[in-house]
């Protein structure tokens, strides 16, 4: 379900590298949307909806993943957000309300396109067909040096890393590159934050611009 008139919600997606503090700023920002009155709903990719969730585990914890292509990668993660923009996202922007989105398709262009190789034109090209005309009105990029990423990363508590949790420098290396070139090329749509900040510096930030480009 494309969307067919504007609708009166936002939606603004968060992306960055593992570690670079996306969950902690999208607590944030919804704590201090929803008190000024604004009804907040986030999303994780992928996963989000039952369907998306089936499809996060093949990709992230499936044993036998480190066999999966780029291709198959590519058309899965854009397959959970297609359902998660019809099933939740769409729904929710004409309801009026803010969606705030832990990554969206610059995630697929930076990680698929950029770091894993892909060609630009296909990746932007199913891309778009997996999303529509829903594009983010303001997509944060949250930037920090790949070895604070990394060190972040080993302090999480989680189970075992998982399988993208597991690749080298060199490839988050090339997804930070991809996002600062990003943000350099909409500077309309991509708001470049400086992650190494305190949480609540990095928030600060965040709002101000938020406020500025909403209005
Ligand atoms: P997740 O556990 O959600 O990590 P994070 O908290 O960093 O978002 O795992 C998502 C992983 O999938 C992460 O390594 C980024 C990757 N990813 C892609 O490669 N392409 C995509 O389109 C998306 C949405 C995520």
Same mark, same amino acid.
């Given at each position: 379900?494309?969307?067919?008139?504007?609708? +009166?919600?936002?939606?603004?997606?968060?992306?960055? @590298?593992? *570690?670079?503090? =996306?969950?902690?700023?999208? @607590?944030?920002? $919804?704590?201090?949307?929803?008190?000024?009155?604004?009804?907040?709903? +986030?999303?994780?990719?992928?996963?989000?909806?039952?369907?998306?969730?089936?499809?996060? &585990?093949?990709?992230?914890?499936?044993?036998?993943?480190?066999?999966?292509? $780029?291709?198959?990668?590519?058309?899965?993660? +854009?397959?959970?957000?297609?359902?998660? /923009?019809?099933?939740?996202?769409?729904?929710?922007?004409?309801?009026? =309300?803010?969606?705030?989105?832990?990554?969206?398709?610059?995630? @697929?262009?930076?990680?698929?396109?950029?770091?894993?190789?892909?060609?630009?034109?296909?990746? $932007?090209? /199913?891309?778009?067909?997996? /999303? *529509?005309?829903?594009?983010?009105?303001? +997509?944060?990029?949250?930037?920090?040096?790949?070895?604070?990423?990394?060190?972040?990363?080993?302090?999480?508590?989680?189970?075992?890393?998982?399988?993208?949790?597991?690749? &080298?420098?060199?490839?988050?290396?090339?997804?930070?590159?991809?996002?600062?070139?990003?943000?350099?090329?909409?500077?309309?749509?991509?708001?470049?934050?400086?992650?190494?900040?305190?949480? $609540?510096?990095?928030?600060?930030?965040?709002?101000?611009?938020?406020? /500025?480009?909403?209005?």
């Amino acid at each position: 379900m494309p969307l067919k008139t504007k609708p +009166t919600g936002r939606l603004i997606s968060f992306e960055g @590298s593992e *570690g670079s503090g =996306k969950s902690t700023q999208i @607590s944030l920002l $919804a704590a201090h949307l929803q008190k000024i009155g604004r009804d907040v709903i +986030t999303t994780r990719e992928p996963g989000g909806t039952e369907i998306g969730e089936q499809i996060r &585990n093949i990709i992230v914890h499936n044993s036998k993943g480190e066999e999966m292509c $780029a291709e198959t990668e590519l058309l899965l993660f +854009t397959a959970a957000r297609a359902q998660l /923009v019809r099933e939740v996202i769409v729904p929710a922007l004409h309801a009026g =309300k803010y969606v705030l989105s832990d990554r969206y398709l610059d995630s @697929s262009t930076v990680y698929q396109g950029i770091a894993r190789n892909l060609a630009a034109d296909p990746v $932007a090209q /199913v891309n778009r067909f997996a /999303v *529509g005309n829903v594009m983010p009105d303001i +997509t944060v990029v949250i930037d920090v040096p790949t070895e604070v990423s990394l060190t972040r990363l080993k302090q999480r508590v989680t189970d075992l890393p998982d399988r993208m949790e597991r690749e &080298n420098v060199d490839f988050y290396n090339k997804v930070r590159e991809g996002y600062l070139l990003l943000a350099k090329s909409m500077p309309d749509r991509v708001i470049l934050v400086d992650g190494t900040h305190t949480s $609540a510096q990095v928030a600060q930030t965040i709002w101000e611009h938020v406020r /500025v480009r909403l209005g």
